[in-house]
């Protein structure tokens, strides 16, 4: 690859507001505080922040549910601070994302109110309605996200309306020219503003089978699984005519290459990889980056993480670009999922495999899941279906910064508890610290930017046995091996084509380069000196 676009070598870090910085002591992080520690994401490396939502909202859904797709929450900050943190984001030389949600917006949305007032207001359409079963019941067997009947019923306007997540979430009708109209122009608001992209919320929603046919019912569901996996997501999800809407997006974001900064969409998708490689559209012209989660679910095996990387490579469409995610706000953190001395693996692998990385806040720290006390919890998707360990809580909780007063993170009361480790685990302690995650997180971006093989370079596997993935990736005559222990046993080395020396461990204590031993949950970079 020649001429790399900054997405396609950089890195994506993940800034959950709530959680990241708060400067006005009322426990809830704020824009002013992201723009206070950016600085600590220039020192890290990374190139671009996507910002979960920012908007006016009622926060059932913590800003999932949207009131206003133009505006600020005052909880957050005014337009003035979300100008001044882009400014000082962009003199830094870091992008900035923002979060649309266009699926569905809040209920207190005033298109919404509008909507629901009567059957023949103008904005009616804007949204899903439709008349009971004959039975009076809801008009099919669809399933919210959150649990229970996706239809809720308005017995004023004597209709039921959907929603594919909460109630307070009713879906936007995208088959609706004036919606549709109206959504561009919200994007357009923050294009125009100068920021570099979006991530697109649940994006493989956006359209439904026009004739709202039962979903078939999963045969393989389970007590103790979540409600919504009874029904197959078949006629819900997933519809060809949802391609269009990401080819419009897409020529909107592309309108604004005249302006010298190329913007970005990323699609947040939960699909199999064969259907997700339709969200690239078929020439290039849906989103830059439909969302790969395939490592938040891996089997953590070698064996399993070449078959994945391998059939994911294949699967891509010519020019789609790859890109990896370990973690986000809505799954269990990478440290929890394989432990602390795997996370560091998990960090190499990453940050080393081809494509755009996207870091979760906390993630370089090692942070793990906070078990939130009943009494604590605030996710509705906790509160809903409890007990399950479907909570997103766990993996919000404060940044901790420092070993100050609730870390750095507050001057009052953490909306969501610190992890207890915050005395040890923060990032001035860690930054102290040369065999930190942090440390290695530093390495590791700094190598990347160092050696373009690590970012744009081919990806060949070397081995995926006896516990050990390896491979190796090469631009420009330049070649780099990685080789990852996965396991708890030292192993051998696998052989490799020429003379290499390693230039980073996972293990900070390692010395020199010419072990022919990886160390148990060792992962290693090696450079080819030909
Ligand atoms: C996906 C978001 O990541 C999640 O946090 C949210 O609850 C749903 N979409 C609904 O918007
Ligand atoms: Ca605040």
């Not at 490396?45 to 505006?71: E, L, Q, R």
């Not at 909107?252 to 990889?273: H, K, N």
Request: charge should be negative.
């Amino acid at each position: 690859m020649t001429d790399p676009k900054w997405w396609q070598s950089g890195v994506i870090y993940q800034v959950y507001p709530r959680s990241f910085q708060d400067t006005n002591g009322d426990g809830i992080g704020d824009l002013p505080g992201i723009e206070r520690r950016l600085d600590h994401l220039v020192a890290l490396g990374v190139d671009a922040v996507w910002i979960s939502p920012i908007y006016p909202s009622p926060m059932v859904d913590f800003g999932y549910d949207v009131a206003d797709y133009t505006g600020v929450h005052p909880m957050f900050g005014t337009m003035a601070d979300f100008e001044s943190l882009l400014a000082a984001a962009h003199d830094r030389g870091l992008r900035l994302l923002l979060d649309f949600v266009p699926n569905h917006s809040s209920n207190q949305h005033p298109w919404f109110l509008e909507s629901r007032s009567s059957r023949d207001n103008p904005k009616r359409d804007w949204y899903i309605w439709r008349d009971p079963a004959p039975d009076g019941g809801p008009p099919n067997n669809w399933i919210s996200d959150f649990g229970g009947s996706a239809w809720e019923w308005d017995a004023a306007t004597g209709q039921y309306y959907y929603h594919a997540m909460l109630v307070e979430q009713p879906d936007l009708n995208w088959r609706n020219p004036g919606l549709r109209a109206a959504m561009l122009d919200a994007m357009r608001f923050w294009f125009d503003k100068g920021v570099d992209g979006f991530r697109v919320d649940i994006l493989w929603h956006m359209i439904k089978a026009a004739d709202f046919p039962d979903n078939p019912a999963n045969p393989d569901w389970r007590p103790g699984m979540a409600d919504m996996n009874k029904v197959l997501q078949l006629h819900s999800t997933d519809q060809p005519e949802v391609f269009a809407i990401a080819a419009e997006m897409r020529a909107l974001a592309d309108s604004y290459r005249a302006t010298g900064r190329e913007r970005v969409l990323i699609g947040e998708i939960y699909l199999p990889v064969e259907r997700l490689m339709a969200y690239y559209g078929k020439d290039g012209e849906g989103v830059h980056l439909p969302f790969n989660f395939q490592l938040i679910d891996a089997y953590w095996d070698a064996r399993a993480l070449h078959k994945m990387i391998a059939d994911y490579e294949k699967a891509l469409p010519p020019g789609g670009w790859p890109n990896w995610v370990l973690g986000n706000h809505d799954r269990p953190r990478i440290a929890t999922r394989v432990g602390e001395a795997q996370a560091r693996v998990a960090a190499m692998l990453l940050l080393t495999l081809r494509g755009t990385p996207t870091l979760y806040y906390g993630d370089e720290l090692g942070l793990a899941d906070v078990a939130i006390p009943s009494d604590k919890v605030q996710d509705p998707r906790e509160l809903r279906e409890p007990g399950l360990g479907f909570g997103r809580d766990p993996v919000r909780t404060p940044m901790p910064w420092d070993g100050s007063a609730e870390a750095g993170f507050t001057t009052g009361t953490p909306w969501l508890p610190l992890n207890p480790d915050w005395p040890s685990r923060n990032v001035a302690a860690e930054a102290a610290d040369r065999g930190s995650m942090l440390a290695l997180h530093g390495d590791l971006l700094r190598l990347r930017r160092m050696h373009p093989a690590l970012s744009i370079g081919s990806v060949r596997l070397l081995q995926a046995e006896n516990d050990v993935l390896a491979y190796e990736r090469a631009h420009a005559g330049e070649r780099i091996a990685v080789v990852l222990n996965l396991g708890g046993e030292a192993r051998p080395l696998p052989p490799l084509v020429g003379d290499f020396h390693a230039i980073l461990s996972t293990c900070h204590a390692r010395q020199g380069g010419s072990d022919a031993l990886l160390a148990p949950n060792e992962g290693l970079i090696l450079l080819a000196q030909d």
